[in-house]
């Protein structure tokens, strides 16, 4: 077979040559579009469900909410592991599939289960949502919004009905959170004092509250010619127009809902807060879809946000909080580089050893065909091209070439010895006999150095996940210079390769090291017992080195320059209270030189993937690219540390996603010790911490504080509540808090 390609490739050498530069045209080409982003997608597939609870405390949440959808939900299909998390007035339910499970396959198995389970949650309860599907790396923008002139609830109205469905509609865009949202609303404010005074009961304000507010449809009217429409007029447009609805009549005269309540404008109470830089502000939270291009749609996004900005006249823009295609965009340039400087010091190494630049142009025709044939490959599979993937060219980058320098070397040695016979051969025949004759050393080479990383495709989980593409690049690599070598060049060869008249000499580089390789030779060949005691003793030092010396780390520490920090505060902290200490700690942290901008989002929003409390608030902190990043990052820490008494953390955005991945926290090692009893969890995890806080390389070492938290519990006493005509059949989902009714 291998006789029949190189005889093809020589009789057809122009066509050959032809097939080879479309193939690089194409490569090429192919790659200008390629979906950028830094890592593979290592995250395995996955679906949550999150449930909505309002006034549900986390123990009701979990009870009524979290168990029954489990219970629905576990034996799917495919389904690997279930995790499970609830807080105050929301329930997710994430489900892992098993790797390479089609997402959208998956997300159907779960509807299916969903419309049956949701009948079975009490009534106080939302519809379960399926929420939609996130990457790894899903978070591609963060935009904080700001105005000195608008308030809080008219930023919350732009950014719902002006600026959310603008950035839905970018592709790729799977959801837009917003933090800091404050939805406007009529609220009526019961004062119980006038309530018992009027003799009106709390029954009454709500139906005619609800009443007042009621859109019902006006049908139509027919005439002999048309058909008129009725359109019925809300009456209910001011918070005076509520207060002015009748509840009531007693003697003929009304009573109105603004004689025993106060009515005004204002909003629910809230689920979370977003502090921009040190003061108030929105903050909308970019997600991409899986199949995602993480720089197109951060420039789409971008490219909407500035067509918007004169259409908002006082509002600041910042969408500069976080932005991973920054660190994407330098990370691909500096391989980029390297992959191009790579190639530069191959051809430079070739043309001082070859000495000849027909042989060294042949030579080096193997490394960009190669790599544009590997490429392209990749795209065809659907490949992002990522750092994994660039690692694997670069490292193919000096093997490439073996194949065709093996190859013209061959052929030129035997084209200059065909010179001196009496009766040359035919150039094809020599260039043919040539290539033959080194063929299945070349093969054999390649396919040993393919068979070495085979065993990188059985990694299991996230190390398989990360360095798969790398073995897959590099293999095609070496692949297609092998298929090169067979075909290019040896019809490069045939075509432009001459033999001078005259000896032969060596490139003065290639002459210098035949030299000292003849004196150092003979003094081997004569002891060869002390090559094997300088292999051994190379050996054990490298041992050495590695058990003593060098340290183990999944991934190198990236410099980032965007940060995120965990700042986890006391459980049951109010949004208020939470939202004070984010600015106390955001406004030191902007006097830290080198600190650009920040965005922080306390507690949770609607439809978004932080499954949290008020008490738990996350601090995006970006530097300014020209800031000396060791000495800010220490400074920033300092500034971290300086508040006692707070679980918090400092880490990067890749490390962190990379943590969630592994250990559904933010954390490096998560302990989970399962049991019955509180108590005894409290005291074995406090042991537990205890055993692990000595370990060398410890740090940030956390029990969860599994505490009681206080609540208000409300118990209707039967007997009493019968006196006063009250019944428990009587309660409905209306929620009293400080004497206020809150009707949304």
Known sequence: MLNSIVSWALNMRVLVVAAALALLFVGINATKNAPLDVFPEFAPPLVEVQTEAPGLSTEEVDSLVTVPLENSLNGLPFLKTIRSKSVLGLSSVVMIFNTGTDILKAR?????RLNLAQNRLPAVVKPPVLMAPYSSLSRVLKVGLSSKTLDQMALSELAVWTMRPRLMSVPGVANVAIWGQRDRQFQVLVDPQKLRAAGVTLDAITKAAGDAAVISAGGYIDTPNLRLPVNQLSLITTADDLARTVVEFRNGAPIRLGDVAEVKIGNPPLIGDAVINDGDGILLIVEKQPWGNTLDVTTGVEKVLEDMQPALPGVTIDSTIFRPATFIQLSIDHLTEALWLGCLLVVVVLALFLGDWRTTIISITAIPLSLAIALLLLRWRGETINTMILAGLIIALGEVVDDAIIDVENILRRMRQNALLANPLPKLKVVLDASLEVRSAVVYASVIIVLVFVPVFFLPG???????????????????????????????????????????????????????YRC???????????????????FTGTGWVWHTQLKEEFLPNFKERDFLMHWLEKPNTSVEASKRITIAAATDLMKVPGVRNQGAHIGRAEVADEVVGPDFTELWISL????????????VQAVVDGYPGLTRDLLTFLRERIKEVLTGASASVVVRIFGPELDQLRSHAAEVGE????????????????????QITVKLRPE???????????????RLNSSHLVIS
């Open 108 to 112: 159907q198995l779960v509807q299916e």
């Open 462 to 516: 996230l190390a398989g996940t990360f360095f798969q593409p790398l073995a897959l690049s590099y293999i095609l690599a070496i692949t297609a210079s092998l298929a090169v070598a067979l075909t290019l060049t040896p019809a490069l060869s045939l075509m432009l390769l001459k033999v001078k008249p005259g000896a032969h000499r060596d490139a003065l580089l290639s002459r210098g090291m035949k030299a000292i």
């Open 520 to 538: 150092i030779l003979p003094v081997f060949a004569r002891s060869p017992w002390l090559a094997i005691l300088i292999l051994i003793a190379a």
């Open 624 to 635: 300014d690219p020209s800031a000396p990043y060791d000495e800010t990052i220490h400074k």
């Open 691 to 710: 055993a692990l806080k000595d370990i060398p390389g410890v740090s940030a070492l956390k029990v969860e504080p599994q505490v009681l938290v206080p």
């Open 720 to 734: 009493n509540a019968a006196l006063h005509g009250i019944f428990w059949a009587d309660r409905k989902s209306t």
